[in-house]
DNA sequence: TTTGAAAGTGTAATAATGACACTCAGATAA
DNA sequence: TTATCTGAGTGTCATTATTACACTTTCAAA
């Protein structure tokens, strides 16, 4: 009895999203707040995701997702992993939020996770512009989430570092134009521990993808510092060859 | 209307393994030959995997899979995603072979892929030890496999790289006592590269996870090589602290 | 006893890393 | 107008890691 398969929810296979922003001081990521009150609490907290349909690759609807949450295209998006203990539906609040969104709340469900690196900027979040309420937390705040959501949000976190290590996707998280010393924040922020900043300033500098705009900030109560932006063709040029020189 | 949970394989979600081994010249792969013939083709040959039962988890299922085929337990297993392209059943071969194993040929199917690390004096093939074939092949003479098997080969071999780089899991795939050029050769089949041999051996003797046996190698027509194990407990203490230092 | 084959060994030049402290530029407030 | 506050920006030195490179040794077999 082979079922019909396009355009068909598949009950067993879903993805989920860690989406990272950074808002120039600290890493957060976006959450949906299942919550009937206008009150946030950790308990309702959940990373955006949904089943499958049978004719969209797992891509595809990482993706969707995204772009129903966000509006935005073109994001960074990469796998963490695969995640599916049978008992991951262990808390009395997720089976009954998934009594209430799903057809079929008892299957045995497989996610596959994705994190993601967007521009806060370019995702203002407006008042209840979705049903579903998503909001941006701080990483480090978080201490609870939804299902097995906490436990991919860790594996994101490490897969996250691991892969800023090697490779320039930070750039993804920063403005256009953004200075030395938020691309500095960032690091820190992601890799979890201070980086010394004449070190950390030769080494960019040495990567060698920074585009120096000879603007300056303004209005800042300081000295102001220099802008620059990420520079794409010298990206590809070194994406060739492998970027072997981002040792964190 | 929910269904029978428990023992029940779950049409959409399987687990695929790419088992490697080293003869202490080249890495090799475990695959199964589907074919019908004694003589191996490389269209029959596929990725051992199974769909998994619902009341099992991921890993659970992978090492299932792999004690089914090698009857080894405590084997070196790791996530390397999940694969789920809906168009993965392209081939007329791979839908004929699907629909002699499988109740639903037609479901859509993700599949979790896991790369392991055996060392093959454990697991001397038997003649017709198995219905189907288990046959060892090098890993540089597979140049097609059923499914996505050879994406996923790629993605095995990639992810087998980084890894290698920045943990000591090599060990898994020599025997108890072996050479520092064993070792050495290891390395630059899984890298794809030559290694300068003082430079490699001064690396890994630094390292300090090697045991020397002041024993050697005996009846080898040339001067007979010194024998090392693993040191487990310097491995332990060392893994706390991360393994900053295996640059390769 | 000679030969073949891989084992084993050290050094020097270059590059990368880590630790560290002061001056500069602009905004704001007195 | 001057003083103060804040973060921007900059260089050097010691240590460590990396790369490149060639000859001698030991055993088995002929």
New binding site residues.
């Given amino acids: 009895m082979p079922k019909k398969k396009v355009f068909e929810l598949n009950p067993n296979i879903s993805v989920d999203c860690v989406v990272f922003g950074f808002d120039l001081e600290k890493l957060n990521i976006l959450l949906i707040d299942r919550g009937e009150s206008q009150f946030v609490s950790n308990n309702s907290l959940a990373l955006p995701g949904d089943l499958i349909y049978n004719n969209e690759n797992l891509h595809q609807a990482a993706y969707r997702v995204l772009e129903e949450l966000t509006g935005l295209k073109n994001i960074y998006l990469e796998q963490i992993g695969a995640f599916g203990d049978p008992n991951r539906i262990s808390k009395e609040e997720d089976r009954l939020w998934l009594e209430s969104i799903r057809d079929n709340p008892e299957a045995r469900v497989v996610t596959i996770a994705y994190f993601s690196l967007v521009k806060m900027e370019d995702y203002p979040l407006k008042a209840s512009s979705f049903a579903k309420k998503a909001i941006w937390i701080p990483v480090k705040e978080i201490e609870k989430l939804a299902f097995d959501h906490f436990e991919i949000l860790q594996a994101a976190k490490i897969k996250l570092k691991e892969k800023i290590k090697i490779h320039p996707i930070g750039f993804n998280l920063l403005p256009e134009k953004f200075?030395?010393?938020?691309l500095?924040k960032l690091y820190e922020s992601i890799l979890d521990k201070e980086l010394?900043?004449?070190?950390f300033?030769?080494?960019v500098q040495?990567m060698n993808l920074l585009k120096r705009l000879f603007e300056?900030?303004?209005?800042?109560?300081?000295?102001?510092?220099?802008l620059y932006k990420f520079n794409e063709e010298k990206y590809q040029e070194l994406a060739k060859n492998g970027f072997n020189?981002f040792?964190?």
Avoid: A, I, W
């Fill in positions: 200075t030395l010393s938020q500095h010394d900043k004449r070190n300033r030769r080494k040495k300056k900030q303004e209005y800042v109560p300081h000295k102001p510092s220099e020189n040792g964190f």
